[in-house]
């Protein structure tokens, strides 16, 4: 494809996720699955296209709209206005490639001549007045909020979001393989990794490889899964012969992970309300050579199953549904996906699977609660709240006395959480944002 080619590319890819509400990535795979002639050069072109422009959209927006040409940007003048502000294309160049040939860009309209003209000698980070929330790409709702959590360090932590996100891998506890002896396999097969510095399973990748077609994947000995995801699974301290419950399993990355280091001894209970995440999660355990997951769709409001297992489970998962704040480096579009009135929806589910999910632990048990988001309410508030009504049957744990018990010991020096409270960033941490506060039914004296 010419450079022209994969600008129209990026525009139509660019529309037709503005009408979908699907992650932009299924729409790529979507687009490219009609299109098998684009070859892995075209596809890696236009994917940095579109992603660099939904990790640039609020700043090349407020160029768009100081401009006072255009009321709502469209995918082609965010595409033109990306080759002029970060790419610097003088605009006879930018016209060069919207020529109107064959399998380029229409020639520019009158609108994006004056906007050619409006954006001339502008650079994407060259004006002093552009606003802090968006120089840091971040919805104001967001960006206030997170004030009280990351101090002088928000814009540094919101930064970080806007970079790639390494190539995390995982070794699949149960087949206790020299992590060493996986990294120099993936290596042959021309992945270079790393070790991840906390979790001891984690390998760590610059590059971002499709990992399908290894041997080492389809014999369930690796799987791809951020290191945050699998600290946070390696907190609750599953063991063998323990009776555990995944509520929230979704596609099981953390099932996995609890199910490994049980050994196939014991039982995870993997729940949640998407049959369709479930189903994936059947696959993934039956690769990972787990026996011992069961899987259970929940019912709409209280489940009947659920609710006969209460106070059974040694250990209990709760990685909530959240806003997903934390995983803004992978999903650049997920910024702009939900609104403020959403995040009093999210809270109130997140109380509601909160209090679930705690029946089903027994006296002297565990609770974790997870989120892979940096907002308080989604979080502390989230867990005070629950604590308020029930700090007589359940208590905080010293987030440094978990880290450190933890049966595989996690690397890295000291625990990075601060009392009862465990927040990963990707600036401090080069993890996805996560946050992980674990309980305890207080047993009976
Ligand atoms: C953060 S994701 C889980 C990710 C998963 N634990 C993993 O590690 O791959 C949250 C999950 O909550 C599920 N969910 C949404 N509403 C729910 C509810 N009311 N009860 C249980 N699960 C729910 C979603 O289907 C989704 O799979």
Redesign the pocket.
């Known amino acids: 494809m010419t450079p022209a080619a994969r600008l129209l590319a990026a525009i139509e890819i660019l529309e037709e996720a503005d009408a979908d509400p699907r992650p932009v990535d299924r729409v790529l795979e979507g687009y490219f699955r009609q299109r098998r002639y684009a070859g892995s050069k075209d596809r890696h072109a236009i994917r940095e296209r579109v992603f660099g422009i939904l990790r640039r959209l609020a700043r090349i927006d407020w160029h768009l709209s100081r401009s006072n040409v255009v009321e709502r940007p469209t995918a082609r003048l965010r595409v033109l206005a990306d080759l002029l502000l970060t790419d610097e294309l003088t605009a006879k160049a930018a016209g060069e490639l919207f020529s109107g040939e064959r399998h380029a860009p229409a020639a520019f309209g009158e609108t994006e001549t004056r906007v050619l003209s409006a954006l001339k000698g502008a650079t994407l980070d060259g004006s002093p007045d552009m606003p802090a929330s968006v120089r840091v790409e971040t919805p104001d709702w967001v960006y206030d909020r997170l004030e009280p959590v990351l101090g002088d360090d928000r814009d540094a932590a919101l930064l970080a979001m806007g970079a790639e996100a390494p190539f995390d891998l995982r070794i699949n506890p149960l087949h206790k393989a020299d992590r060493e002896a996986v990294r120099e396999g993936l290596e042959k097969q021309g992945l270079v990794t790393e070790p991840t510095p906390f979790s001891p399973f984690g390998l760590r990748s610059k590059e971002r490889k499709p990992i399908d077609a290894l041997k080492l994947f389809k014999d369930g000995l690796i799987e791809v899964q951020d290191e945050g995801?699998q600290i946070a699974a390696l907190l609750l301290g599953a063991a063998p012969g323990m009776q555990v419950a995944d509520?929230?399993?979704?596609?099981?990355?953390?099932t996995l992970v609890l199910g490994g280091l049980m050994e196939n001894k014991g039982r995870v209970l993997a729940?949640?309300?998407?049959k369709g995440?479930l189903e994936r999660c059947g696959v993934r355990t039956r690769r990972a050579g787990l026996h011992n997951v069961e899987r259970h769709e929940?019912a709409e409001g209280s489940d009947r199953r659920v609710k006969r297992l209460a106070g059974k489970f040694d250990r209990v998962m709760v990685?909530?549904?959240?806003s997903g704040t934390g995983t803004w480096r992978r999903n650049p579009d997920a910024r702009w996906r939900y609104t403020e009135e959403d995040l009093a929806e999210l809270t109130a589910?997140q109380a509601v699977?909160l209090q679930r999910g705690a029946r089903l632990v027994k006296t002297g048990g565990r609770l974790a609660y997870v989120t892979?988001s940096l907002l308080p309410e989604e979080n502390e508030g989230v867990v005070d709240a629950f604590l308020a009504e029930r700090g007589d049957e359940f208590r905080s744990l010293d987030i440094a006395e978990v880290w450190n018990e933890t049966v595989i010991p996690l690397g890295g020096g000291a625990c990075p959480g601060e009392g009862s409270r465990l927040r990963l960033y990707p600036h401090r941490h080069n993890t996805d944002g996560f946050f992980v506060q674990i309980l305890e039914r207080i047993p009976a004296e």
């Open positions: 995801a509520y929230c399993a979704g596609a099981g990355g953390k729940l949640d309300t998407s995440r929940l990685d909530a549904p959240c589910l699977i892979c």
